[in-house]
């Protein structure tokens, strides 16, 4: 009989979806007796306790205090709860705002720790849970010997949203007493897009950095435009300003979600990529290393020349 | 005035490759390493405010790994970095991103250096930890995926971006020192010249050992073990074969039908 604890993450008062995908995640490892506590820290924590009041879950463990991201409170609420409660396992989603505190948390309280979980189950008693490594070429099995509390973020978009009425109690705690270094001041939103219009694309061909070099760029575009798809690329070409902003296509960029055609060529399949288009239900990989993780969720495989590949794609159209 | 930057050394897989005996680790001969991604975009930021406040500012980098590691260090101080420290014991085989902050965590006491910048991740494993973790155990104010900085060396307070999904930023102040874990994008990093390549051999560098910094072994235990490594599941996609042209023709194909061209 034990306690896991969600972390769940609002932003601007608004709960993050990714916390109900923890949710299911920690659902999935609950043993017969062990109870499911969701905390939530925010302005206005009761408001948001209906919405984590899902099936499965004990108690809302709702924290007063503010809406702004603050790491180092949430640290200090993690270390409360570990030192009131002695949680055999925390699970918060694997956000920025996650990377942000979760292994200072981690190491302050002494937790098993591991980041972007993608599968979670017992073996036995033993809490294993399935992480990438080697930019997603292999996986691995992991497990925690000797740890009392294990913190493990949850990878976004791989877990189903947990859902089902719940019943769960709502509990408050006083926020603890924490040395706050940060200061919220403002927002940016990313640029405008200029017309491009990546998640209303169904059709996208998208570069990585396969293209090699700026001048090579402008052949894809044209290309695009006669197989009538929408240009995307991944995040190094825009960082590298060779395509705008708006046709990123990932975690920090733009999802692809109209998309029922995705054409990968010269992009590795990073997480943050696969994050905006892994959801497609037709996607071709054009790569020439024959391990690049793209392929593991690709519908099509072509292990081959980028520049090869398109310019004899040019004639058929 | 002091800016360490802590770099990895990652591991990149060969096209083919096979597992280590015990199944936990792929063979060694099969990796290729490199300087960090990440890392390339930490040391910048740090040659940035070093050459704006007209190099009054030390930028020593700092890594955690073996003889190779060192061209990885090598790399880093060609493009302009002032000195090294390489700390290694073979205890530190099986380390992770916590193991690394413990050791970076002595690295701190030693330098009192005035800002620390880390990559946001490596490319190899992507934990997104060592970071954050140095920060929790110092007590330092901490921010990650750190995509805009300003900073003038010695200041109280820097304001910084971060950023979030979506592209979204929250624009925060935060008071220094810092660890602030930095994010592609943040600037263009410089190539070494040849002239850095060449000076970078003569460069100092501190080799210490686990005992040198009064930790052993127990004090560096990840906070997970690794019960056995392996390759995904493939066999999803279906391989399109022949020659270019033929690929080619097929792919044309495949846009056509679901085009409903
Ligand atoms: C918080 C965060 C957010 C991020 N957000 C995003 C995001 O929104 N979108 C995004 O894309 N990335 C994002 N990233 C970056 C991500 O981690 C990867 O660095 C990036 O996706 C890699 O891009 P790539 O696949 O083009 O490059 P690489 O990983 O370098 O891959 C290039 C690929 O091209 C292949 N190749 C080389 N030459 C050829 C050729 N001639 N023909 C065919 N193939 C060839 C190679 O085999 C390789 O697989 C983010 C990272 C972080 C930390």
């Known amino acids: 009989m034990s306690e896991i604890i969600v972390i769940a993450i609002q932003r601007d008062g608004e709960l993050r979806s990714s916390s109900l995908e923890a949710i299911t995640a920690a659902r999935g490892v609950k043993q017969a007796g062990d109870t499911l506590s969701v905390a939530i820290v925010a302005a206005n924590p009761q408001g948001l306790a209906g919405a984590l009041s899902v099936e499965g879950v004990d108690e809302v463990i709702a924290v007063k205090a503010t809406d702004e991201f603050q790491p180092d409170l949430i640290e200090a609420v993690v270390g409360a709860l570990v030192a009131e409660r002695k949680p055999s396992l925390i699970v918060t989603a694997h956000t920025v705002d996650a990377w942000s505190f979760a292994p200072a948390a981690a190491i302050k309280n002494g937790l098993g720790f591991a980041t972007d979980v993608m599968a979670l189950r017992r073996e036995g008693a033993d809490l294993v849970a399935t992480r990438a490594g080697y930019a997603e070429k292999v996986l691995m099995d992991i497990d925690f010997p000797g740890k009392d509390t294990v913190l493990l973020t949850t990878r976004t978009n791989v877990f ?33 897009a200029g017309g491009i219009d990546i998640p209303g694309s169904e059709f996208i061909l998208s570069i990585g950095r396969g293209v090699a070099d700026e001048a090579n760029v402008e052949q894809f575009l044209e290309l695009a435009d006669k197989v009538g798809a929408t240009l995307g690329c ?38 943050q990529h696969q994050w905006g288009m892994k959801h497609v239900e037709n996607i071709v990989a054009v790569n020439t290393d024959p391990e690049a993780s793209i392929f593991s969720i690709a519908r099509y495989g072509i292990v081959g020349d980028m520049f090869e590949i398109a310019s004899e794609l040019e004639n058929h159209f | 005035m002091k800016i360490l930057v802590p770099v990895k050394q990652i591991a990149s897989l060969d096209d083919q490759f096979e597992m280590r005996d015990d199944g936990r680790d792929v063979d060694e001969d099969y990796l290729e390493k490199d300087l960090n991604e990440f890392d390339h975009f930490s040391v910048e930021e740090a040659l940035l405010i070093k050459e704006a406040a007209g190099d009054e500012v030390e930028v020593v980098v700092a890594i955690v790994g073996d003889d190779d590691a060192d061209d990885a260090l090598r790399t880093a101080l060609a493009k302009g970095a002032d000195r090294g420290i390489r700390v290694w014991d073979d205890a530190l085989a099986n380390a992770d991103g916590t193991s690394i902050a413990r050791i970076l965590a002595k690295l701190v006491e030693r330098e009192k250096p005035d800002m620390v910048f880390t990559g946001a991740q490596s490319s190899d494993f992507g934990s997104a930890t060592t970071g954050m973790a140095l920060a929790g155990l110092l007590g330092w104010p901490h921010a990650a995926v750190v995509s805009n900085l300003e900073y003038k060396p010695g200041a109280s307070s820097a304001t910084l971006r971060r950023e979030l999904e979506g592209g979204l930023e929250e624009v925060m102040t935060i008071k220094c020192p810092a660890v602030l874990s930095i994010q592609l994008g943040i600037n263009q990093p410089r190539y070494a010249s040849l002239r850095g390549i060449k000076q970078a051999k003569q460069k100092p560098v501190d080799e210490l050992s686990l005992d040198d910094l009064g930790l052993d072994a127990s004090d560096v235990a990840p906070a997970f073990n690794v019960r056995k490594m392996y390759a995904p599941q493939r066999g999803k996609a279906e391989l399109i074969t022949g020659s270019a042209a033929e690929q080619a023709a097929r792919l044309a194909q495949i846009i056509k039908e679901i085009r409903g061209m």
């Open chain 1, 234 to 271: 991944s995040r190094p070409i825009a960082d590298n300003g060779w395509l705008p902003k708006a046709r990123q296509v990932g975690q920090s960029g733009q999802l692809a979600a109209s998309c029922r055609l995705y054409v990968a060529m010269g992009v590795s399949g990073s997480v």
């Open chain 1, 160 to 192: 189903e949203p947990a859902s089902g009425q719940g019943s769960a109690k709502v509990t408050e705690m006083a926020a603890p007493a924490a040395d706050i270094a940060t200061k919220h001041e403002g927002w940016k939103q990313p640029a405008d």
